[in-house]
């Protein structure tokens, strides 16, 4: 296996994913230089690889899509504004390609959503835990709803900056040439 540079923007996509964990983990954010970056490592990487056009337009398409519904669900309160764009980045990267589910071309949108969903599940359930033994509900710094949440732990806020993370991990996983060198992808 020779390193190329699509390998090394994908080692950069994963170093992004575990830097946007950790940072949403510690600091309840996620800093737009690595969004940012998230979503022009896709551009390189796409011309390093030799991505088609049309890839790049669906890829495109997926971010935009993305984007609305990260948009939505900000408006709607239960996302915050990094956590939407982040999304959108991490969705150029997947997607509306099949990758060997050609019956459903959104199957890896899908399922990164679907993987983002039950690490945002976890990580509530982990919230809450925290809460019942410390009595303190987590909570990012100087949240308006706070007193709210010290009574009803329920209306505390999610971390799916981390949760967005995880989903990039496994589409990592199943899909970076480093990664599929090591077992089958």
């Known amino acids: 296996m020779t390193l190329n540079l699509?390998?090394?923007?994908?080692f950069g996509f994963l170093l992004a994913m575990v830097i946007a964990a950790f940072r949403d983990l510690?600091?309840?954010s996620l800093p737009n230089w690595l969004t940012i970056s998230v979503a022009l490592g896709y551009f390189a990487w796409a011309w390093a690889s030799g991505a088609s056009w049309s890839m790049v337009g669906w890829s495109l398409a997926a971010g935009l899509v993305v984007l609305v519904a990260g948009y939505l669900l900000y408006t709607l309160h239960l996302w915050g504004a990094g956590d939407g764009k982040m999304a959108a980045a991490v969705a150029l990267w997947i997607g509306f390609q099949a990758h060997g589910a050609e019956f459903f071309p959104f199957y890896d949108l899908f399922r990164f959503?679907?993987?983002v969903s039950l690490a945002g599940g976890v990580l509530a359930v982990g919230a809450l835990l925290v809460h019942a033994r410390t009595g303190k509900p987590q909570l990012p710094p100087d949240d308006p709803n706070a007193e709210i949440a010290k009574r009803n732990p329920l209306k505390a806020k999610a971390r799916y900056g981390a949760a967005i993370a995880i989903g990039g991990l496994d589409f990592w996983l199943r899909h970076s040439q480093v990664a599929c060198a090591w077992w089958s992808c």
């Open 26 to 28: 510690a600091a309840w």
């Open 6 to 10: 699509a390998m090394v923007l994908e």
């Open 113 to 115: 959503f679907l993987v």
